[in-house]
């Protein structure tokens, strides 16, 4: 059964940084394409950075480019989003997700994480 369980989220002030953490199991990390999206309140859900099998990245757009980053660690069956410089705009649940496919973009993926709250506020 494919699980992915995001963690890491909370309250953290502007210009602040948090690392998020996705962990898989069910399915063999190392040859699957992982995504993080995130959905504001009142808003459409947004891809935010992908990772490859291979670990090559991909920014689904400018606004988090140079401040997000994305890693594996397929040893632990974990990837993480690292967030840096953050922005009340950044406020939003984020989930992990994949589609077992092992190349980016992840697009409509099959398969997602609960979510995880991160708030930037002051």
């Known amino acids: 059964q494919v699980q992915l369980v995001a963690s890491g989220g909370s309250l953290v002030q502007p210009g602040g940084s948090l690392r998020l953490s996705c962990v898989a199991s069910?399915?063999?990390?190392?040859?699957?394409?992982i995504a993080w999206f995130r959905q504001a309140p009142g808003k459409m859900r947004e891809g935010v950075i992908c990772i490859s099998e291979s670990g090559d990245t991909m920014d689904y757009r400018d606004s988090m480019k140079g401040r997000f980053a994305v890693s594996r660690d397929n040893a632990k069956n974990t990837v993480y989003l690292q967030m840096n410089n953050l922005k009340p705009e950044d406020t939003a649940v984020y989930y992990c997700a994949t589609d077992l496919i092992p190349n980016c973009p992840v697009e409509r993926a099959a398969y997602w994480g609960q979510g995880t709250q991160v708030t930037v506020s002051s």
């Open positions: 069910g399915f063999t990390l190392d040859y699957n394409a």
